[in-house]
């Protein structure tokens, strides 16, 4: 280009996007008519703004429109590669971004960072997320991962607390559900527990997510959830098979997260299922040790339970009543309640049973976390060897194989001032 050409050019963008955000149509008209070629997809110099990123930034509809009529491209990008559509979305202004959406506006391109629009709509708010659901509906990249490898929906389960919508649109629309960040091994579920969203949590292990991988200090999902005092995420984690056992890189369990934040009611939950409230980490401290250096009474009371029973059923010739596989089956049915249900109330009889044969089937068919012989066990806790039929009610209870003790329906009830 003519370096004087140049100079006009980037005079009149200038002044052009001033009229713009001023919406003076008088003078943008003498701009369509005197100005330089192709004037409307010129960038100014600076930023490389065109007139569509200012009319997004100021949410200027009836504008828009005009710049769009009068030629516009819709997918000019500014000096890091944004687009208008992204300037809308960032910015949760939903009017324009239809507009631009309608006009075929490419939700397909990122920027410098690699980022689509979709990393442009993570904000909670209805507008943000009606700017996310216009950007899926005209082909923006579920998949999309930044220059950095960092998925959106990697992204999203960071802020899942506010965006949890966000998040399960995009595991509906196909994003993968063990997406994960390279740099920290940090993965959508871990950060979901993190954020304690717990049907974010459910949504991705029934989408195949990987209940137990770690990150790159060995935090798992488990971890992430008792330093939030996330109880219901727990036991969701649980049904699906978690290791609540697991140590990190500093030799703390689930169990010292949970003390650590004083939350009894986890370290209750952690402590039924395993984890030793005496193991120390590299510092030499038990998780009952850190409860009772923070001043938390009540999950120290909690430790202190645990670690007496512990005790009890470790001695010589002592029998655990509560075998873990007995409590992950139990988790299991707490959180397949209702499916479990639906598939036993069309058999049922008119005394509330069902045969063993169906019993069986219908819990193979599910998929149940036992054995064959531990499948024995039950039916044997559930009926005498003559008896042919079960009463399903009874074994999603949990009272004829377990202890009162871990049965949901005996947990402490919350205090009401």
């Not at 100014?44 to 030629?71: D, F, Q």
């Not at 740099?183 to 949504?203: P, Q, Y």
């Amino acid at each position: 280009m003519d370096p004087a050409f140049g100079r006009l050019a980037d005079a009149q963008i200038l002044k052009l996007l001033q009229c713009v955000r001023n919406e003076d149509f008088v003078q943008i008209r003498k701009f369509r008519r005197y100005g330089v070629p192709n004037l409307v997809n010129l960038t100014e110099p600076s930023l490389g703004l065109g007139v569509l990123h200012v009319t997004a930034k100021n949410y200027a509809g009836i504008m828009t429109t005009s710049m769009l009529r009068m030629g516009a491209h819709p997918d000019t990008q500014d000096k890091i590669g944004r687009t208008p559509a992204m300037t809308a979305a960032e910015l949760g202004h939903d009017l324009v971004l239809e507009i631009l959406a309608n006009a075929k506006a490419d939700m397909s391109i990122v920027d410098k960072y690699g980022k689509g629009i979709l990393f442009y709509t993570l904000f909670p708010g209805k507008r943000h997320m009606t700017c996310f659901n216009i950007a899926v509906e005209h082909g923006a990249d579920v998949c999309n991962t930044s220059s950095d490898g960092t998925p959106v929906f990697l992204a999203a389960c960071e802020q899942a607390r506010d965006c949890a919508d966000m998040c399960l649109r995009l595991l509906e629309k196909g994003a993968d559900p063990n997406s994960w960040n390279p740099k920290t091994g940090r993965t959508a579920l871990m950060e979901a527990s993190r954020e304690g969203a717990v049907d974010l949590v459910r949504a991705i292990l029934q989408k195949g997510g990987d209940v137990n991988m770690a990150d790159n200090q060995r935090w798992n999902a488990v971890h992430f959830a008792a330093r939030g005092g996330y109880l219901e995420v727990l036991k969701v984690l649980s049904a699906y098979g978690a290791d609540m056992t697991a140590t990190n890189l500093q030799g703390n369990t689930a169990l010292h997260c949970a003390a650590a934040g004083g939350f009894s009611d986890c370290c209750k939950f952690l402590g039924q299922r395993g984890c030793n409230p005496v193991l120390k980490n590299i510092k030499n401290r038990t998780a009952l040790g850190v409860a009772k250096r923070l001043g938390f009474m009540e999950a120290l009371k909690e430790l202190r339970k645990i670690k007496r029973l512990a005790k009890e059923y470790t001695a010589p010739g002592a029998k655990n009543p509560n075998p873990p596989w007995a409590v992950r089956l139990y988790d299991w049915t707490q959180e397949h309640h209702s499916s479990l249900k639906s598939h036993f109330e069309p058999l049922k009889k008119d005394d509330g049973t069902i045969t063993k044969v169906e019993f069986v089937n219908i819990l193979t068919k599910m998929m149940v976390p036992i054995n064959y012989e531990q499948m024995r066990v039950i039916l044997l806790c559930h009926a005498r060897w003559r008896e042919t039929n079960i009463n399903p009610d009874v074994f999603m209870t949990g009272s004829k194989y377990l202890e009162r003790e871990l049965l949901a329906s005996f947990a402490p009830k919350k205090k009401h001032l």
